[in-house]
Every structure is written in C-alpha cells, then in structure tokens.
C-alpha cells in the first residue's frame, strides 16, 4: 500500500495501528456505561460490620473491601462515595464480626440507603 506521497507504508504498520484504535475504542465503550453511586450504610444492629463488597448482581464476582481497614460499629454509619456501576443496579455484600454475610440490591445513579438491623437475614454458611 502505498500513502499519498508515493512512500510504501507496510502492513504490519497498518495492522498495529488498527488494533490500537480499536483497544481504545473497547476502552471507551466499558467506560462510557460506568456510573458512580453513593450508599450510606447504617448498621442498627449489634454486630460489627467488617467488609463492604460489590458484585454484578448477576454473579458473585466481588470487588476489593469498600471499607478498607474501617469498621462499621453497631449504631454507626458510613458513606461510601464512589461506587462504580455497570448496569442499572449493583449487589452490595457485608460481613459482620461473626464472618456472616449480608446482601442487599441498589439502583445505580442515585444515592441510597442500607439499614443493616438485627433482624437481616445472615448467611453464615450452615
């Protein structure tokens, strides 16, 4: 192939340069449907919330601790900002002092609120 100025320009240069444009795109394209929601997480019940997690609501493929080395102690509270969605909702999983989890379902693009009580339904694997 030859460019306007008569140069030949070689193939493999053309290939390079059509899978970079197209990895740019793809990388748009995953951005492009990210939304960036808050949740305020209150915990009225007795245990200690150790973990906050995310997951597609359609899998259990969880992200990194939303708390890092904080606690969520009982009758505290705590604001994450920042949250990443996908789609139009994300599950939110919590485990507790006991090693017990917790999951609720939040709509993506606007903040909520998830009141974590004595009476929410634990899974503690047996």
């Given amino acids: 192939m030859k460019s306007s100025d008569g140069l030949r320009i070689p193939r493999i240069f053309i290939i390079v340069c059509v899978a970079v444009i197209a990895a740019g795109l793809v990388g748009l394209n995953t951005h492009a449907g990210s939304i960036a929601t808050t949740l305020r997480v209150v915990n009225n019940s007795s245990r ?5 997690y995310t997951s597609p609501t359609d899998s259990d493929n969880w992200g990194t601790d939303l708390l890092g080395e904080a606690t969520i102690g009982a009758g505290q509270s705590q604001d994450l900002s920042s949250i990443t969605c996908d789609g139009q909702q994300i ?11 917790i999951s609720t379902v939040i709509s993506c693009g606007q903040g909520s609120t998830w009141t974590i009580t004595n009476d929410t339904a634990r899974d503690c694997g047996y």
């Fill in 48 to 52: 200690e919330i150790r973990n906050v």
């Fill in 91 to 101: 599950k939110i999983i919590a485990e507790d002092q006991d090693g017990c989890f």
